[in-house]
């Protein structure tokens, strides 16, 4: 059985824990990174949709220097322009996004053009695979595997970036090539694994409000 004391580890975890999107150029150990995947590996999934496929979750390691990740940084920079186009097409018959995605126009056009703060060479990329079943769960099942990641990057001391553009790379054949997976039959998402450069942000809480019902 857990005690209190384990619950306020946990409540102190949970308020600790920050996306980073700067990082030194210290690389994390082979050891350590295995450890954090490891807490993804658990996680909760799809098992029905996925039980034929096996493996079915793959996890894929970068470490800083690797001739790989230019590619991917080239790969997302065009990938931020093709959801530029998509995201334009959805303003023309969807108001709010019409008010209220300026910024996020112009932080995907800097990145279309000029990359994205980690890339080229971040410390330790980790590229997450989940199988797609019939409920397209796998996006659920990365969320899991990420918040897994998150809480045990941060108990060991080490700052975590998520990637969500990774999301974006479905079907991108140029992508999918990179790891011998086929197009559009496999979830994404990614995570930088690392120690932060410069400060560290106040936390920031996302407003809400708890309704008793």
């Not at 210290?26 to 993804?40: N, T």
Request: contains cysteine; glycine residues 6%.
């Amino acid at each position: 059985m857990f005690t209190k004391e384990d619950a306020a580890i946990l409540d102190k975890v949970l308020e600790t824990r920050w996306t980073c999107r700067f990082f030194t150029d210290e690389v994390p150990s082979k050891e350590d990174v295995e450890e954090i995947i490891q807490a993804g590996i658990i996680s909760p999934y799809a098992s029905v949709a996925s039980k034929e496929v096996v493996p079915f979750r793959h996890f894929y390691v970068f470490f800083k220097g690797d001739p790989r990740l230019p590619v991917i940084g080239e790969i997302l920079k065009k990938q931020t322009a093709i959801d530029i186009e998509n995201l334009k097409e959805e303003q023309k018959t969807n108001e709010y996004l019409r008010d209220n995605s300026e910024s996020l126009l112009n932080m995907w056009k800097n990145g279309a053009e000029h990359g994205f703060p980690v890339f080229p060479d971040p410390p330790c990329l980790v590229v997450i695979a989940e199988w797609r079943g019939a409920r397209r769960a796998e996006r659920q099942s990365l969320a899991h595997m990420l918040q897994n990641m998150w809480l045990k990057a941060t108990v060991m001391n080490y700052d975590f970036g998520i990637w969500s553009i990774f999301e974006s790379l479905v079907d991108n054949q140029e992508f999918c090539d990179l790891f011998g997976l086929p197009a559009g039959r496999y979830g994404f998402h990614a995570c930088v694994i690392g120690h932060h450069k410069g400060e560290v942000p106040a936390p920031h809480h996302a407003t809400a409000e708890i309704h008793w019902m």
